[in-house]
């Protein structure tokens, strides 16, 4: 099966510009999560989705951070505007099941943002 | 919430010794421990996972233990070879429905 796709996989922008990531899940998976991993340590959830809605949005900063699903499928995560330690990449993962009971999430190659 | 701990940070053996990776959690509500791979520039991989009912599964090379009481769960890699370098994840699957990685252990082997 196609893994999950993501665009782009790098991306330069000075500091205050605006950004936007794609994510592509993988068919069928109905949970989407977007994670920031920043280098030398694990990725952090930023955000969860469960078919077109919103599971949990805890950590994601809410002031400069937006992230859709709108039909359930494709997923974007904005940053505006962005700061130097925004720098990360970002991972976006999907998973087939119901987010109450783990399953298996299988990553997509991520975007590098370096922020200057 | 979930605090998971990784150590050591760097591990660096010998090709055909054994590696060992160890965490810690604090939410006692967590029931699901999977460790991840990665290679430089590459997605993280689920490599071997173990539920909060089971004490230790194996695979092939790999494997995990965990004790509940402790709230620790290890990664053990035996006959190690150099394509086994990467960095380890580990990460705990909280009572809020949450994953929550470690920080990452770089395994590097020396042929």
């Known amino acids: 099966e196609a893994g999950v796709a993501q665009s782009p996989r790098y991306k330069i922008i000075e500091k205050r510009q605006s950004v936007a990531f794609w994510c592509n899940p993988i068919?069928?998976?109905?949970?989407l999560y977007w994670y920031q991993q920043i280098l030398g340590q694990g990725p952090k959830l930023l955000i969860q989705?469960?078919?077109?809605?919103?599971?949990?949005d805890s950590q994601l900063p809410k002031d400069r951070f937006s992230a859709e699903r709108l039909k359930g499928v494709d997923s974007t995560l904005k940053i505006q505007p962005a700061k130097l330690e925004d720098s990360a990449v970002y991972l976006c993962?999907?998973?087939?099941?119901?987010?109450?009971?783990?399953?298996?999430?299988?990553f997509g190659p991520g975007t590098r943002l370096t922020v200057l | 919430g979930e605090n998971v701990e990784q150590h050591p940070s760097t591990l660096s053996v010998q090709e055909g010794d054994s590696a060992v990776i160890k965490c810690t959690y604090s939410?006692?509500?967590?029931?699901?421990f999977p460790w991840y791979k990665q290679e430089l520039g590459k997605r993280p991989q689920l490599i071997i996972d173990i539920r909060s009912n089971v004490g230790e599964k194996k695979d092939q090379r790999i494997a995990v233990t965990l004790n509940k009481t402790a709230k620790h769960f290890s990664l053990h890699i035996t006959e190690t070879q150099p394509e086994d370098s990467a960095v380890y994840f580990c990460a705990a699957f909280t009572g809020a429905n949450n994953l929550f990685f470690g920080t990452g252990t770089r395994l590097t082997v020396i042929p």
């Open positions: 068919s069928g998976h109905a949970t």
């Open positions: 993962a999907s998973s087939p099941g119901q987010p109450r009971s783990y399953n298996e999430q299988f």
């Open positions: 989705f469960q078919n077109n809605g919103v599971v949990d």
């Open positions: 939410d006692s509500a967590s029931n699901y």
